[in-house]
């Protein structure tokens, strides 16, 4: 049996992300939001704004994943399919949706995003193990798959990224159980296959801007989840960010 694994715990997290944290960190994110709009590219726009609000790495990640310019977020709603899922092949980001669910289950931090994707700061960097939230977090995919009544789910894994092989073995093996048809792909580079196709099933940003069109199971699955998730919400404050 697996042991007990927090995917995503950072200790530092109930500090730099408590009641106060949060507040200056709305004003960075407000800050940041209008250099954004005004064409500054996010690699300075987060050098200057992490430097005069003191920001930590890990706060400055944050604001990096969940704050977009409006032209991104506009044209990121416009192409989220958001009902009529029936008989559609979905494409799945594998890691990508996998990883959030064990960081949702796990209790550690989440980012609601400006997008309204749900993001996690578990920054893995190719290095991934199965742990004792994988089973459920591929179970709940399938379970919400199964709601959406699609056709065909096809996973795409990361071939680079450790344990890709026995992450498919889980995969194919807990979904057998459900009524669609299901294909793993371990290849080398998932994010250019995934820009190019529709029905896509990601919160990485990269992709959500090239697709053709995507799903935010995440969302949808977190729901479900549990309404005491530790995350942040910047979607909500989407409405004071107006330029």
């Not at 106060?20 to 726009?45: C, P, Q, V």
């Not at 990508?96 to 578990?122: H, W």
């Not at 498919?168 to 299901?182: D, G, S």
Request: proline share 0%; hydrophobic share 40%; with cysteine.
């Amino acid at each position: 049996m697996c042991k007990t694994v927090k995917r995503g715990y950072f200790f530092s997290d109930e500090k730099e992300f408590n009641d106060t944290s949060i507040l200056k960190l709305y004003e960075a994110a407000y800050d940041l939001y209008f250099l954004l709009n005004r064409g500054y590219h996010m690699k300075g726009a987060i050098t200057f704004i992490g430097n005069h609000y003191l920001l930590s790495e890990r706060q400055r990640l944050a604001l990096m994943r969940a704050i977009s310019s409006n032209e991104k977020v506009i044209n990121r709603k416009e192409k989220q399919i958001q009902c009529n899922f029936e008989n559609r092949t979905v494409n799945i980001d594998g890691f990508n949706t996998i990883i959030t669910l064990e960081v949702a289950l796990s209790n550690s931090l989440l980012l609601k995003c400006m997008d309204g994707t749900i993001r996690d700061l578990a920054s893995l960097r190719g290095n991934y193990r199965i742990i004792d939230k994988t089973h459920l977090a591929i179970a709940q995919i399938g379970e919400m798959l199964e709601e959406y009544h699609i056709k065909k789910a096809i996973f795409y894994l990361d071939a680079p990224v450790s344990n890709s092989g026995n992450l498919k073995k889980q995969i194919i093996e807990i979904l057998q159980a459900f009524h669609y048809e299901v294909e793993v792909n371990v290849i080398n580079d998932v994010d250019k296959v995934l820009e190019t196709l529709d029905n896509v099933i990601t919160s990485d940003a990269i992709i959500l801007d090239k697709c053709k069109s995507w799903i935010n199971l995440n969302a949808d699955i977190i729901k479900q989840i549990s309404n005491d998730c530790f995350y942040i919400d910047f979607e909500e404050k989407n409405t004071l960010f107006s330029v």
